[in-house]
């Protein structure tokens, strides 16, 4: 690598910019870590340095959240979601996209691109007619009502995701297959679906992440505690009244967000092409 | 030229039947998710604009066409006048705040260093972890008697203890808080989109030019910059709308208070449509988020055609 000399000067500046954004862009988390084991007397002191603990570290604010809260439901039924919005996100997505990216020529492209643009329609617009059609299907005030709509954010970008990769595969592949003797729709799931699983696990983890990451569906749809998701039963229902308990909430914050943080971060590359196809080459 | 012809003849229509089958095939396979979306996307879009146009509430079955009259009721209620103006506020305050920091923030770590991919994944975190949790987190820092913010700002003598800034509290305290949160979960999106455009631009240019004895601020300004022109769009255009659409940080840190001083137009959309069940009202306010949308979709397919075309 290397490149042209830099000057101290510009060394320091960007050690500055890197650390000093990391650590204001990671700040919340460290705050949310050192409030989950602080004891509530050390808490709600304002003569207290809130950096260290003046009191011994306690666990009892994950024994409220684990014991006393929905907190284990609210991710199950997050789990069960996702799962189930995966599994309609890829029923729907991957013949799609394979259909657009080979078969239907450029017409296709032009599709696609319209389909992409969909994922652009946001839920503030839709959610008050979105509401009648939840509860026309009867729905409301299930898990299945945001089953059913996350597809609505998950098909189009997943689509748009998969036809790139379907794209990247060699046509003379599948010509080849079809000269052996499989049709064409054997071909797509004997040859092109096993060659394109780095997508499809893309396309896995996005659809699994939006769901932990949605909130106004969740919020519009589902009126029960016990039936909501983590990213709107924490917000929302660990507060009691006006009374926050900022020890246990802090805890569910950090215990959700760290392992869907590592696991998106890994296939992040891959969601960012998503966004930059067209202009970057 | 007859044995040809014959063959042509021949093979035309086995080519085509063989176009046809295929094309079926991707019909097939295709309309699934064509359906779902017309179901789902489509027919929820047209639904917005009738109730936006006629006259329902959470209880009534019937619907009665009522042309403008929710737009005038809307437009003459001044808790709207706010929210339209505070959404351009909100919108352009942060994306400017996040194209400048994401632009030092990819420069700085265009090139590879050790514990990368460690200080990669601090500055994502905003981004990857549930926006909701995130927004609850920075209540508590800017939490009115308990702030953080407050203690070491009373450290340094620059607040007094006893009677702190209510960062979620005043007015324009809580605008820039909201703008500085919802910035705070953009940077990193942007960040990334900028970075996929840096490594993308020969590094012999900016080189050159630094041999060629121009500085370093003169070789971003009139070399880097301008070949990031494209997918700083693309950020940008992005991050309107993730932006103007937007109520969760909102939502979770001020409800749109104090007074509305916050409101946005799809917290205000929620306020009046799901909460107050005044779906037709509701749909009006949702409906002027359509022309921003309109307008960045159509911003996006110039940028995806000029790419296809040079």
């Known amino acids: 690598m290397g490149g042209p000399r830099r000057s101290p000067l510009t060394r320091l500046g960007r050690w500055l910019i890197v650390i000093g954004f990391a650590a204001l862009l990671a700040f919340p988390f460290y705050w949310m870590a050192i409030t989950t084991f602080k004891q509530t007397s050390d808490l709600y002191n304002v003569e207290h340095d809130p950096f260290v603990f003046n009191a011994a570290p306690t666990l009892d604010h994950l024994r409220l959240l684990f014991r006393e809260t929905l907190f284990l439901r609210w991710f199950w039924n997050t789990t069960v979601a996702g799962a189930a919005v995966v599994a309609i996100t890829l029923v729907l997505a991957v013949p799609a996209a394979w259909a657009l990216a080979r078969l239907t020529g450029r017409f296709g492209q032009q599709l696609g691109i319209g389909i992409f643009l969909t994922y652009l329609v946001p839920p503030t617009l839709l959610f008050i007619p979105m509401s009648r059609v939840v509860s026309w299907l009867g729905l409301q005030d299930t898990l299945w009502a945001i089953i059913v709509t996350y597809p609505t954010f998950t098909v189009p970008f997943s689509i748009w995701l998969l036809m790139g990769f379907f794209k990247a595969i060699p046509r003379d592949l599948e010509d080849a297959a079809l000269v052996d003797g499989l049709t064409r729709f054997g071909a797509f799931v004997k040859l092109v679906i096993p060659i394109s699983v780095s997508g499809i696990l893309t396309v896995v983890i996005f659809s699994f992440t939006l769901v932990t990451q949605e909130f106004v569906y969740a919020l519009t749809f589902i009126s029960s505690a016990e039936h909501q998701t983590v990213g709107v039963g924490v917000p929302i229902y660990l507060v009691r009244g006006d009374v926050y308990y900022w020890g246990s909430l802090m805890a569910a914050c950090l215990i959700t967000s760290l392992p869907i943080a590592v696991v998106y971060n890994l296939f992040l590359d891959r969601f960012i092409a998503g966004f930059t196809v067209g202009a970057v080459k | ?310």
């Open chain 2, 1 to 310: 030229m007859a044995v040809t012809g014959a063959a042509l003849e021949r093979a035309a229509p086995r080519r085509r039947r063989r176009v046809s089958g295929a094309t079926r095939l991707g019909v097939a396979l295709f309309s699934p998710a064509l359906v779902y979306i017309a179901a789902l996307l489509g027919l929820p879009l047209v639904l917005a604009f009738l109730y936006s146009v006629g006259d329902v509430t959470v209880g009534s079955v019937g619907y009665e066409f009522v042309g403008l009259e929710n737009f005038r009721s809307v437009v003459e209620s001044p808790s709207f006048r706010r929210a339209l103006v505070n959404s351009f506020v909100f919108t352009i305050a942060s994306q400017v705040i996040v194209i400048v920091c994401a632009n030092a923030l990819a420069l700085a770590l265009r090139e590879r260093f050790r514990g990368r991919g460690l200080v990669r994944f601090l500055i994502l975190l905003p981004w990857v972890a549930p926006i909701s949790l995130g927004a609850i987190g920075w209540k508590w820092i800017l939490d009115s008697i308990y702030s953080v913010v407050n203690w070491v700002l009373a450290k340094m003598h620059l607040v007094n203890l006893f009677d702190p800034p209510m960062w979620l509290g005043r007015p324009a305290l809580a605008m820039a808080s909201v703008i500085a949160v919802h910035s705070w979960r953009m940077i990193p999106f942007s960040t990334v989109i900028l970075l996929a455009g840096l490594t993308s631009i020969p590094k012999e240019l900016p080189e050159a030019a630094a041999v060629d004895g121009a500085g370093f601020w003169r070789t971003h300004f009139e070399i880097t910059l301008p070949m990031m022109r494209p997918i700083i769009n693309v950020a940008v255009l992005f991050g309107v709308v993730f932006t103007f659409t937007d109520m969760t940080v909102v939502y979770i840190l001020t409800r749109g208070g104090p007074y509305d001083s916050t409101q946005v137009l799809p917290s205000l959309a929620f306020q009046t449509g799901v909460l107050g069940s005044d779906l037709a009202e509701g749909a009006a306010i949702s409906m002027f988020l359509v022309p921003i949308l309109v307008a960045v979709a159509a911003l996006m397919l110039r940028v995806a055609h000029r790419a296809e075309v040079v």
